[in-house]
């Protein structure tokens, strides 16, 4: 929520991050949640879905670099992207990056998140603004997307809100099956946001088994990202067929994109999928009470 002078995001009702405000840039209501773009000064330019921080100019880069360039540098030969939600652009912009991907398809279901972040925020946007020949952008469902038309895509990338309103079907058995079984070609990758362990947990709870039925392997791994609850972050790598998460024959990959960076590195690549024995506990044994 936005009231004067600060920006204030509850967490299960007993935690509150709190940002001053500087300004208000944007504020609307589409078909689908409210949208508020806010500047303050110590984090930027922030993106609010329904009063949830979605991501600042600050530390956006920690979230885009990891959701995206984990799964392009474990996959051998991405041609075809496909990233639901990420209307903010900036998962597009760490794809882009890529000079071997050949396609990249952004469906992000509401069109003022897109329009707010392209006029407000052109440096997590600069992808959308500035066009690129390889990105398709199509303002509609996901959900219906994945299980009615898209297919052939080498990898596909989940950047969804809370699994709350527009972003609930996203964290479903039946999407992710029709991810695994239609939208990807054999070998493909899934990888989703998958909430913070220390606020979410029964989300990682909720979403690992099910993620485990449809996939030969999926596994968390980490990042931090200081404006969302807790600041740890997961994310889920999922893949049709076992892998290693970083392949011998993508390290060359890996070092031409680290200097495109300011987070994501091979070293901190295989790192991140170091678990703290808590949240292999959550992915694990899902019934045992882990704090």
């Known amino acids: 929520m ?13 935690y509150r991050l709190s940002f001053p405000l500087a300004a208000r840039l944007f504020e609307g209501r589409s078909d689908f949640q409210k949208v508020e773009v806010v500047a303050t000064p110590t984090w930027g330019r922030m993106l ?11 530390d956006e880069w920690v979230y885009h670099e990891m959701i995206a360039h984990v799964p392009l540098l474990a996959h051998r ?9 990420g209307g903010d652009g900036g998962t597009v912009r760490e794809v882009l ?8 398809v952004l469906c992000e279901i509401d069109a003022m998140v897109i329009e707010a972040c392209k006029q407000h925020l052109p440096g997590i946007a600069c992808a959308l603004v500035e066009g690129d020949r ?18 052939g ?10 699994p709350m309103g527009p972003g609930e079907e996203l964290f479903s058995e039946t999407f992710y099956t029709n991810v695994a079984q239609k939208a990807l070609n054999a070998g493909g990758l899934l990888v989703a946001q998958t909430e913070s362990p220390w606020y979410n947990r029964d989300v990682i709870e909720r979403v690992y088994p099910m993620l485990g039925r449809c996939f030969a392997q999926a596994q968390p791994y980490l990042g931090f990202v200081p404006t969302y609850p807790s600041g740890c972050w997961t994310w ?20 031409a994109i680290t200097p495109l960076c300011r987070y994501y590195n091979p070293d901190l690549h295989r790192a991140a999928f170091v678990m703290p024995n808590f949240v292999v506990q ?3 044994q899902p019934s045992v009470v882990s704090g």
């Open 2 to 14: 936005t009231t004067q002078g600060w920006v204030s995001e509850t967490v299960e009702g007993s």
């Open 153 to 162: 895509f080498d990898v596909v990338i989940v950047d969804s809100s809370e």
């Open 48 to 58: 609010l879905l329904d009063g949830l921080v979605q991501t600042t100019e600050r």
């Open 97 to 104: 990056k890529h000079p071997g991907v050949q396609e990249v």
């Open 134 to 151: 390889r990105l398709t952008v199509r303002v509609g469902d996901g959900v219906a997307y994945v299980a009615d038309e898209a297919r």
């Open 282 to 284: 959550q992915v694990e």
């Open 77 to 85: 030969d991405p041609k075809r992207v496909l990233v639901i939600g």
């Open 236 to 255: 889920a790598f999922c893949a049709k067929t076992p892998q290693p998460v970083l392949p011998e024959a993508n390290q060359g990959r890996a070092a």
